[in-house]
């Protein structure tokens, strides 16, 4: 290793240290990159966004922690919206696109083994197996996790975050990035409010200290609650794309 | 990704990942020559863990040439431009109001940055 710049190398260096008892001078210069890691994501979600936008397809980022009820709330959601379709990513299993089909969809499983997010190149192959016939919504479900998905542009046209009763009023605080670029952010699992003494007005207070100009909606996918405004506003969302 | 036998564990924490992009930038930047310093700005909306960072970082530079590199990490803040009163301004992650209006309609400029900003490479070329 060199003693002078201690970058690990025993290539020939050129210091400017020698034999004049001046402290050595890191003999390195600065070479000037500004490249983005996310940049060859993004190439595909613009990639993608293009594909979606000749097929005519308006595309929802559904995310959130895992047992939020991402796929109860699409049951639910698809045999309403007779041109929709969904694709769902897991770790493992074909568990959740086996759920969604039962309720009469097109439903495509992506597993990602053990990555802790969906890409836009991931998504892009999913495409390929998609069957866009008659279809106009495609709800693309992310891998459970508050975190890491946050940072993927998959080239959808609104991002929505579900946070359950269940999690906890301050999730929006811990977790703010996944919250703060969130067009809609669904309360789900409200039948369960009550038991849970869920304080609705802190979390909407938390929410709005990260994200002050995301919807919010209220949904129970159990009872039926706040499904019409949840749909009014995906048609909505769909028809102004 | 490519080389080395590493592939296996690029994806499995996404810093991993985005990591080794920023990496295999430096390592072409330096054109097969040998990197003694990065500095990379992580913005806080990018999602990304700056320990993490540092841990793939770790995880990933033995046995390239970027081996024994020093890791500069540059952390920004969220910072917005006011539709309102026009203010651009900074702020801790979490609060988002202008501080001129108190308007919370703030467009994001800047915080979700994850870039390779420089490189130090041996000056002896």
Known sequence: MCDSCG????????????????PPVPAT????????ALAV???????????????????????????????????????????????????????????LRNSGAQALQITTG???????????????????????ILF?????????????????????????????????????????????????????????????????????????????????SKTGEGMEAWLAWLESSAAGA | MDSDGKSDIVESMHELGLMNHLLQDALAAARGGPVCGLSVRVGPLSGVVVEALQFAFEALSPGSPAAGATLTILETRPSFRCPDCQTRYETPLGAYQCPACGGTAGELCGGNELELVSIEVPDHV
């Open chain 1, 7 to 22: 970058c690990g190398h025993s290539h020939p260096h050129f210091h400017s240290a020698g034999s004049d008892h001046t």
């Open chain 1, 29 to 36: 210069r600065t070479v000037e990159v500004r490249t983005s």
């Open chain 1, 41 to 99: 994501n993004q190439r595909y979600a613009d990639e993608n966004r293009g594909w979606f936008r000749a097929k005519g397809l308006h595309v929802f980022n559904l995310l959130s922690s895992p047992g939020s009820g991402k796929t109860a709330l699409l049951e639910k959601t698809l045999p309403r919206l007779p041109h929709s379709a969904a694709m769902v990513g897991d770790l493992q299993t074909q568990r959740d696109a086996e759920r």
């Open chain 1, 114 to 136: 053990a990555t802790c997010h969906l890409d836009a190149h991931m998504v892009a192959h999913a495409l390929e197996r998609l069957n866009t016939d008659g279809v106009n």
């Open chain 1, 140 to 220: 693309i479900e992310n891998v459970g996790n508050l975190v890491c998905p946050a940072s993927y542009d998959l080239g959808e046209a609104k991002r929505i975050v579900l946070l359950s009763v269940t999690e906890g009023e301050d999730k929006p605080l811990k977790y703010p990035v996944i919250f703060q670029k969130a067009d809609l952010v669904l309360l789900t699992k409200m039948d369960l409010a009550a038991a849970v003494e869920f304080n609705r007005e802190a979390a909407v207070a938390h929410l709005r200290a990260v994200a002050p100009n995301a919807a919010v909606l209220d949904v129970s």
